[in-house]
């Protein structure tokens, strides 16, 4: 079966990293998968899109201009030449609805689409009514209740359809020489300043009872301002085998986000990428984890704190508490188990058939 996905592709967003996901599992299983991706151009005036250091595969085809208004152009002579028994939507705030659902209407008569809901906002989600599918997949009952329940959709289409961890990427732990016989809490991407500024005061607490380091990895911006000596930057893309390497010889992953904002759904595409590391993650409990099971006290899978002390509290359980932290741990597995890509891809599977 020819399975097309459109989508970023090979970029550093949670967009790009669902569609990956899903479509090299689906190679794995004999599929024959073409990618239909936005024109690099397009995609990176966009914050969030940062092309990883990678070459496109010879089945990706960068033929749509990403936009803001939903008008970007579509090559369609390029995606009606693939010839596609089933495509796969990845519907997010800069994909050019307007053009792309004329298109996606005239194939509809010999394609099954699904279109899978990455928007977050009202604004962001309005141009869903103007695509062709036959399923909408939306990742929990919050994009049904705050979002799709305000637009003209079919219910009977809607299937919920969780985020795919990734599994596993096979990779030795890395420990750079600096953190010997200390405590390493690592964070890496390029979340903005004010992100790290309760890990940074947790720390510097903490300092003073335990011999620590916090390692940050910025990918593709400047350093951040940070002149302490127990903090190291540095400045580089990481491959998903370097994140994992990295995260198994750390000891404490700290997880930069915000609370989120009212009317506002997310989710952190971090902890889905992260989490089989195994190696406890510690972030900011808000509207991007607020799915993540947790016990009353924020721990769980991942451990979730309130405020700066709570934060200061929870990382002294997790540094000193073997059993809680081997708690975290076997959550952590769980959650892998439950929400793996090969168990996702099957409930795909089955939509797609």
Not at 58 to 70: A, I, K
Not at 145 to 157: K, Q, T, W
Not at 270 to 285: C, G, N
Request: hydrophobic share 40%; net charge positive.
């Amino acid at each position: 079966m020819r399975l097309c996905i459109i989508s970023r592709w090979n970029a550093s967003c949670g967009v790009s990293l669902h569609a990956e996901l899903l479509g090299r599992e689906f190679i794995k299983r004999g599929y024959d998968v073409r990618v239909i991706a936005p024109t690099l151009e397009s995609a990176n005036k966009d914050w969030h899109h940062i092309i990883l250091n990678v070459k496109d595969e010879e089945w990706v085809y960068r033929c749509y201009e990403e936009s803001s208004d939903g008008y970007g152009i579509v090559d369609e002579k390029c995606v009606e030449s693939l010839k596609c028994e089933s495509i796969l939507v990845e519907f997010y705030g800069r994909i050019p609805y307007v053009s792309l659902g004329k298109l996606l209407r005239k194939l509809h008569r010999d394609s099954r689409i699904i279109v899978i809901v990455h928007s977050t906002t009202i604004d962001e989600i309005k141009g869903l009514a103007m695509m062709p599918y036959d399923f909408i997949v939306v990742f929990d009952r919050r994009y049904i209740d705050e979002l799709l329940s305000r637009i003209n959709v079919s219910r009977e289409s809607i299937k919920i359809i969780p985020y795919p961890c990734v599994e596993e990427a096979k990779a030795k732990p890395y420990r750079p020489d600096f953190a010997h016989n200390k405590i390493l809490f690592f964070s890496f991407g390029r979340q903005p300043s004010n992100e790290y500024k309760d890990f940074i005061e947790a720390l510097n607490k903490l300092r003073s009872k335990y011999d620590l380091v916090y390692w940050i990895v910025r990918s593709g911006d400047e350093l951040r301002n940070l002149n302490h000596d127990w903090i190291k930057q540095w400045r580089h893309r990481l491959s998903l085998k370097e994140v994992f390497s990295y995260l198994k010889g750390s000891d404490i992953h700290l997880l930069p986000k915000s609370k989120g904002y009212e009317g506002k759904v997310v989710i952190s595409s971090t902890v889905y990428q992260t989490i089989a590391s195994l190696t406890p993650i510690v972030t900011l409990d808000g509207k991007y984890v607020e799915t993540i099971p947790t016990n009353e006290n924020g721990i769980g899978a991942i451990v979730k704190y309130r405020n700066v002390n709570d934060l200061i509290r929870k990382l002294t359980l997790l540094i000193e508490d073997n059993e809680l932290r081997n708690y975290v741990v076997s959550k952590a597995k769980e959650f892998v188990e439950k929400y793996k890509v090969s168990k996702i891809a099957d409930i795909y599977a089955k939509l797609i058939r």
